[in-house]
């Protein structure tokens, strides 16, 4: 039986832990939060005490946290580093988004050790999480790339390979930053259209079937009541939070400064998103930014 460590249960390691033990792997799981554990267990998981419990003896450890710092310390200098009591064999897959130097530095450590490393990170947000039908974006050798697909293809619909360490990283803030462009121009769009008499279901509708249609607008509409199960009709809950996506558009801009790559729209789309967490938002799911636009147009 193959056994995977699950570290992170929040709103994607959750179901991501789940769909692991639906699949009928043993899921050791570990969060800080005994709330995650709880739920985590509710679907099939055995629940660790720590961290280094669920790494002990594992095939796989399978991270899911919110910035390198965690991922740094989970797994190199923190009180009770990974990588003293995982095997050899083992692989880790880090799927949190995080710079690609750590996710680097991470892999170095790992491999002085002999222990296999990718970097994992995922697109496709909670509904895809909960669907098994996430997108993995992956740095690593050939070979972890082929080692990592039996449980990434538990996980996930399409399983794609970037190059190596760190590339799955870069990759991933490349297409966040564009996804934080699509959102800010389809809240931009919908506020207009609303604000000049349109019915906002109806015009995304017109704007799916024309030249603007894009993913914000096909699964993730930011205007409430038009999509049932978008957090949008949830009161902005639980989905990606505007402060995960402000941390992403750091990393972006970090790899922008670092290869003087210029980027204009997204520099303008981090600024909207940080205006909209200094007016209290940072908690909300990052399509709330539709917000910012109607209380400046009031
Ligand atoms: P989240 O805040 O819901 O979950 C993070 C979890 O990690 C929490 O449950 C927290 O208690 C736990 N945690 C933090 N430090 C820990 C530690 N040292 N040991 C054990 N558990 C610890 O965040 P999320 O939305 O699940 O995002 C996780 C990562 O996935 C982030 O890097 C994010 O950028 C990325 N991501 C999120 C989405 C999304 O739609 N939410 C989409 C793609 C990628």
């Known amino acids: 039986m193959t056994t995977v460590a699950f570290i992170g249960l929040g709103n994607m390691g959750g179901p991501m832990a789940a769909n692991l033990a639906k699949a009928g792997f043993t899921v050791r799981a570990f969060d800080l939060s005994a709330q995650a554990q709880e739920t985590a267990k509710s679907q099939g998981c055995e629940i660790a005490a720590t961290a280094s419990e669920a790494a002990t003896d594992a095939d796989f450890i399978i991270s899911m946290l919110p910035a390198g710092k965690h991922v740094r310390g989970l797994y190199v200098d923190g009180d009770a580093p990974l990588f003293d009591v995982i095997i050899p064999s083992a692989l880790v897959i880090d799927c949190s988004t995080i710079d690609a130097d750590t996710a680097r530095h991470v892999a170095a450590a790992g491999a002085e050790k002999g222990i296999g490393f990718v970097d994992a990170p995922v697109s496709g947000g909670v ?172």
């Open 127 to 298: 509904g895809g999480a909960q669907a098994g039908a996430l997108t993995f974006i992956v740095g690593g050798s050939e070979a972890q790339f082929a080692q990592a697909q039996p449980v990434l293809q538990a996980m996930g619909k399409n399983i794609l390979h970037a190059g190596d360490h760190g590339a799955g990283q870069v990759a991933k803030v490349c297409n966040n930053m564009l996804l934080s462009i699509l959102m800010a121009g389809t809240c931009e769009a919908i506020n207009m259209g609303v604000k000049n008499g349109l019915d906002p279901a109806v015009l995304t509708e017109i704007m799916k079937q024309s030249s603007g249609g894009n993913w914000a607008l096909n699964v993730y509409n930011p205007y409430p009541g038009v999509m049932k199960n978008a957090p949008a009709s949830k009161g902005y809950q639980g989905g990606f939070q505007v402060d995960l996506m402000i941390k992403d558009l750091g990393l972006a801009m970090d790899v922008s400064q670092q290869s003087a790559s210029p980027v204009p729209m997204g520099s303008a789309a981090r600024s909207l998103f940080t205006l909209h967490k200094a007016g209290g938002n940072g908690k909300l799911d990052f399509s709330s930014l539709l917000k910012l636009y109607q209380d400046k147009g009031e």
